[in-house]
């Protein structure tokens, strides 16, 4: 069939621009600097007051109100947070974290890479409410990290990218738990105890075979989500469980397909045809029946997954990002990035990810439990390490969740930036350097 040229020109390279694995992180990196340039503007004050409009959902007196700033951190993220929640599931079911020789290294490197930085932080700040950022250079930002070293192609092998996003799943999974038990203001136990029951829900619909994606979505969101947004502990929280209750199994094994889809294409092929381009009935009842049985062949853990991906990297993460990146750099600008809170970030994400990260991945292969995946080189793993130090979207993330002070949240986020650019780079260039393009 051949194609038009609205395929050739336009659907086509679209498609390869969006399966494209560097995509995402450059359409944070320009959501980011756009974010930069507005804040820097001579509408810098249009763009802060952008974030600050409020709405409102509910009815009769029960009504939650908050600026557009917050419905994106605690309600938008929650997407991000799914997705992140249902990475985490597959790889511990049948992924890099499947089984303990495999997820020993990345593991052990991603606890490393969270527990030094934590400890820089504190050296620069020690007391007070700036002691309060420690988690901050914990964080690594997978979409950006993986997006530069797909820029560097084959002279990566693929098991360094695996060993890379294993570790950021597991440093995801860190941070997770430290906004859980650290960063939770005040705690409703009543809506809490609403959360879990609506969490009981969701299990035994897991355990009595409810596959059924919308009814999740409907009792995840409407209930789970919206009794962790009043309880105190965030919402983002209750996106991470809703997603570990979703199904990670199929109804239809391969043999069963295989089977039943040569039955389908021998009755499509039977079925009565029509002059025109349209299908005849019978043709679309075994279409319909072939839909069915490809939809129950995948996991609806993997279709979420698959169909959610797109969203959160396009829509979620640069709208995070144009709300929160957009820093104003005022003269004093110095003062800023010298400060306690900026340096602890900069030097936590760049001195800490790459100490921690080669320091734990040194010890596990010295005490000989584990070893460096096949084709990884010391010199991977070191470039590896500081691209973990970008930080970008978790760490702006917790920033907001750490401070109040609008002087405390202006030094974290020069001191994420800074140091996410210069951990980028740095990542790039020696691994460019100290590699060869493979054959």
């Not at 969101?221 to 570990?244: D, E, K, N, P, Q």
């Not at 079925?271 to 029946?289: F, H």
């Not at 990035?337 to 734990?360: N, Q």
């Amino acid at each position: 069939m051949r194609k038009s040229i609205v395929d050739i020109w336009l659907i086509t390279p679209l498609q390869k621009f969006i399966n494209n694995s560097t995509t995402s992180g450059i359409i944070l990196f320009v959501s980011a600097s756009i974010a930069l340039i507005a804040a820097n503007s001579p509408w810098a004050e249009e763009y802060h007051r952008i974030w600050k409009h409020t709405f409102s959902i509910g009815y009769d007196d029960f009504v939650i109100s908050k600026d557009l700033h917050h419905w994106i951190n605690d309600g938008l993220m929650a997407i991000f947070f799914f997705v992140i929640g249902l990475e985490l599931k597959r790889e511990i079911i049948a992924g890099e974290l499947s089984s303990l020789k495999d997820a020993v290294l990345p593991l052990a490197a991603g606890l490393g890479g969270m527990a030094v930085p934590a400890l820089i932080y504190l050296a620069f700040n020690s007391n007070g409410q700036s002691s309060n950022g420690w988690g901050i250079p914990m964080a690594t930002d997978i979409a950006f990290a993986l997006g530069i070293l797909y820029l560097l192609g084959n002279r990566i092998p693929l098991s360094l990218k695996i060993f890379l996003t294993a570790l950021a799943i597991a440093d995801d999974l860190g941070a997770v738990l430290v906004i859980a038990f650290f960063y939770t203001s005040h705690i409703d136990f009543i809506s809490l105890a609403v959360g879990g029951v609506f969490m009981a829900v969701l299990i035994i619909a897991n355990l009595i075979g409810v596959r059924n994606t919308t009814f999740y979505g409907l009792v995840g969101i409407g209930g789970l989500w919206l009794a962790f947004l009043l309880s105190g502990v965030h919402a983002t929280i209750a996106a991470v469980l809703a997603a570990l209750t979703i199904p990670a199994y199929v109804k239809f094994d391969e043999d069963t397909f295989s089977a039943q889809s040569r039955q389908l294409i021998n009755e499509f092929d039977k079925a009565q045809r029509t002059d025109d381009k349209l299908v005849s009935k019978e043709q679309l009842y075994v279409l319909e029946k072939f839909k069915y049985l490809s939809k129950e062949a995948m996991t609806p853990l993997q279709r979420l997954e698959h169909a959610l991906h797109p969203f959160v990297a396009f829509v979620v993460m640069p709208i995070f990002a144009l709300a929160n990146a957009g820093v104003t750099f005022s003269g004093n600008f110095g003062d800023n990035v010298f400060s306690p809170v900026a340096l602890g970030i900069i030097f936590g994400l760049i001195i800490g990810k790459t100490v921690g990260i080669i320091g734990m991945s040194k010890l596990m292969v010295w005490l000989k439990l584990s070893t460096l995946p096949e084709g990884v080189r010391w010199p991977h793993i070191y470039g590896a390490s500081l691209l973990a130090a970008v930080g970008f979207t978790m760490s702006l993330f917790i920033t907001e969740l750490a401070f109040t002070d609008g002087d405390y949240i202006l030094q974290a986020k020069i001191g994420i930036l800074v140091a996410s650019v210069l951990a980028g780079l740095a990542g790039y260039l020696l691994l460019r350097k100290t590699t060869t393009p493979l054959k």
